[in-house]
Nanobody
Framework: QVQLVESGGGLVQAGGSLRLSCATS????????MGWFRQAPGKEREFVAT????????NNAASVKGRFTISRDNAKNTVYLQMNSLKPEDTAVYYC????????????????????WGPGTQVTVSS
């Protein structure tokens, strides 16, 4: 498995922006499709955005389309989530996920049983 560490969370006002980062170690970064999921208090963890192993394909939840952008830098073993126009309903713990998909262009919206998770980073959006 791969080790993941998220950073970049914090408190921001509605309409503001944050950029989350997820650094990885332990295995070949380019072997993993990467994703961001989030969990708000009292709710189940939900899909936010994923990106293919080669970075050519992305998949975003309807709730964040046009506001959030996922990207990756395979040379730095890091995946990012740029979050713009934040809303109070975006408040959650954001988790990085690494999924060992076989196809380089494949994305996903459900984390498989062989995927790895980071410890999470808190994002709080005030109204």
């Amino acid at each position: 498995q791969v080790q993941l560490v998220e950073s970049g969370g914090g408190l921001v006002q509605a309409g503001g922006s944050l950029r989350l980062s997820c650094a990885t170690s332990g295995r070949t970064f380019s072997s993993y499709a990467m994703g961001w999921f989030r969990q708000a208090p009292g709710k189940e963890r939900e899909f936010v955005a994923t990106i293919s192993r080669n970075g050519a394909s992305t998949n975003n939840a309807a709730s964040v389309k046009g506001r959030f952008t996922i990207s990756r830098d395979n040379a730095k073993n890091t995946v990012y989530l740029q979050m713009n126009s934040l809303k109070p309903e975006d408040t959650a713990v954001y988790y990085c996920n690494a999924n060992p998909l076989s196809l380089a262009t494949m994305t996903y919206s459900r984390a498989g049983p062989s995927s790895s998770w980071g410890p999470g980073t808190q994002v709080t959006v005030s109204s």
